[in-house]
């Protein structure tokens, strides 16, 4: 079946721009995660979905990042006025459930590039 | 605060030779562990994971992992490498909540 997808794969924006990364998950899965991975690191955690509702935003860095899932399926990353800062890899990963004990399957990632 | 380490920045290893990939963790309450790889320009891919019970557990493509609670481990292993297992490797845990923490990685190199 069909794997969690994120589009765009790649994303250049100019400094000051806003931007909107978006997810789509595994069908079925209820949460829903997103994660930035700097060059050299782990993937950070950002912020995590069950259904519809944020359950843990503990990871966004500052009020530029939010998040939604309106639906309970895909979730758009928006961040306003983008700082160079923000340039990394982002990450979704969606799993069946919301348990930690539940893996997680990640899309390919957007790449954002802050000029 | 929960953190992860992965001492190693990489691992070089001869085919066919066993090979071992280090994770110690640090959370306040029961840790679950968990393993992914991540290959060149694909998504990372989950591996294996500890919950409870036995503390070996075997995962994908002939891995498996050894969680040592007094030493705070779980290192990933492999009796005999391939070539095809060179790949970013990611240790992970969760504990108390939905957050899950990431090691920076380890990067295996297997040689042939």
């Known amino acids: 079946g069909a794997g969690v997808s994120q589009t765009p794969s790649n994303k250049v924006t100019e400094k000051g721009k806003y931007v909107e990364l978006r997810c789509d998950p595994i069908?079925?899965?209820?949460?829903l995660y997103w994660y930035r991975q700097s060059l050299g690191q782990g993937p950070e955690f950002l912020i995590y979905f069950q259904g519809t509702g944020a359950a843990d935003d503990s990871g966004l860095p500052n009020d530029r990042f939010f998040a939604v899932r309106p639906e309970g399926s895909v979730s758009t990353l928006k961040i306003q006025r983008t700082e160079r800062g923000d340039s990394a890899m982002y990450l979704c990963?969606?799993?069946?459930?919301?348990?930690?004990?539940?893996?997680?399957?990640f899309g390919p990632g957007t790449r954002l590039t802050v000029t | 605060a929960q953190s992860v380490a992965q001492p190693e920045d990489q691992v070089n290893v001869a085919e066919g030779n066993p090979l071992t990939v280090k994770c110690t963790y640090s959370v306040s309450g029961n840790p679950y562990l968990f393993w992914y790889v991540q290959y060149p320009n694909r998504g990372l891919q989950f591996l294996l994971k500890?919950?409870?019970?036995?503390?070996l557990v075997k995962g994908s493509y002939g891995f498996e992992a050894e969680f040592n609670k007094s030493q705070t481990s779980f290192h990933l292993k492999k009796p005999s490498a391939l070539v095809s297992d060179s790949a970013l490797y990611f240790c992970a845990v969760t504990s108390g909540g939905f957050k899950t923490i990431f090691g920076a990685g380890t990067r295996l190199f297997v040689k042939a």
């Open positions: 069908s079925g899965h209820t949460a």
């Open positions: 500890y919950i409870t019970g036995d503390n």
């Open positions: 990963a969606s799993s069946l459930q919301g348990s930690q004990t539940y893996e997680q399957y």
